[in-house]
């Protein structure tokens, strides 16, 4: 039972939901069956249990059953019932939880109506569209809750055999709406995935609603507009037009979206400005958008997207700190990093901040610093290993340090050649691994040497840190 659902399932409750779910077991409106009380409370007290053995299923059906012969199948379906109860507990505290008042006149609307209480579904319905006309939002799920509701009106209206033009007219506009905001934010979403997988999706109606959008002006939208400038900047070649109006909205419409949905906004931002960034190496444009990306960054910390229930990833906050070393803020990115590192997860912390303050100290040219911080931390995601291997092998070389440093290079070999999860980066930290040796084996005096091997670092096509390599040739 170790590895079951149900004991999964129970162990990803927090201890509040563990104790609103054994008064929810106890209620006669939601379970009558005293066998599946007393299995949870059986998991309840040995939820902190390191020995498996008390999972066992004899050890359980003997707390559930004690006057019984033990038998499988009867535990089975006890423990199948339990699980199924989790399942509509979570359920139930979900839509309990969302305070959506629009969702909660509309059901109730529809109920009463079904019951031919006409007069009281049409109060309820008209209190529907009052919250939600109330409610700040303006996005997708705004226009899935107006059809919703204009169909209902409809329905109503069409029942009581009343005039429904206007009703049908508004409740065909509003699907029209939350299909194309839906399909826009696909458009957006759609195109990330394919720069990150190489995926290609096919999404119809794409262009037709891009089309329509355009012919009557429907930007002025705020779900509309946000994905529809997004798209437009991800897709097009001379796309600054349309990714400055998309920050023109985002900064307009920001209370018309929910922050977890605002969050996905600014990553779109983010992911423009950094493909901007990278494709534009040999014009000014890099800066400009580092700047922009650094500003999106700024921006975010300061209204509170990037916090998800008061956590920064580890992966934002490494972005974060790099955009700003990227720009020679290391006063700010010093701040940034004490300021947030409380707010990442305990089991990444110490190794996220150790790893960040090191870059920040390279970037300083603080060698000594950087192996302090890098030779005493361990870390689980391989970029993080690789990147702070490329940091100790220029630290050594920079300090001189060159015994230390032949030792790095053996087992940085040994680490790539077992790791093939790296793609590209594999063969670049190899190349720079096999032509750092041999620079370290070229005697001081040996020019012949030195320009034979800087011609062939200078046509290696992959390889990290062929710049710094250069300098020390």
Known sequence: MENSRLLELLRSFTPVE????GKFLRSPFFNHREDIIRLFDYFFTKKAARQTRVFEKEKVFRAIF????????KLNHTLSFLYQAAQGFLVFKDVMATGNEPEFYLRLARM???????????TALQKGELALAHQPYRNNEYHRQAYLLHLERYESEARQQRAAALSFQEMASESDLHFMTGKLRQGCMAHLYKAVSKANYRLDLLDEVLELVAKRQLQTLPAIGIYYFAYRALTEADSLLWYEQLREAMVLHFRHFPKEEMRDIYTLAVNYCIRQSNTRQSTEAPEFYLRQLFGLYEEGLENGVFLEDGVLSRFTYKNIAHAGLGLNAFDWVENFLNAYKEALLPKHRESAYCYNLA??????????????????????????QLDARRMLLRSYYELGEFSALDSLLDSF????????????????YLHLIRLTKKRLQIPAGDLEARERLRAEVLGQKALAERAWLLTKI
């Open 66 to 73: 004690s006057e019984e012969d033990f038998d499988e199948k």
């Open 18 to 21: 563990l104790t609103a779910f």
């Open 413 to 428: 070999e040994s680490f790539l050649r077992r790791r093939r999860d790296v793609g590209y980066l594999r063969e670049n």
């Open 112 to 122: 009463l109506r079904t019951r031919s209480l006409e007069r009281q579904s049409k």
């Open 359 to 384: 870059s920040l100290h390279f970037r300083r040219s603080n060698y000594g610093k950087v192996l302090e911080l890098l030779t005493q931390t361990e870390f689980d995601d391989v970029l993080h």
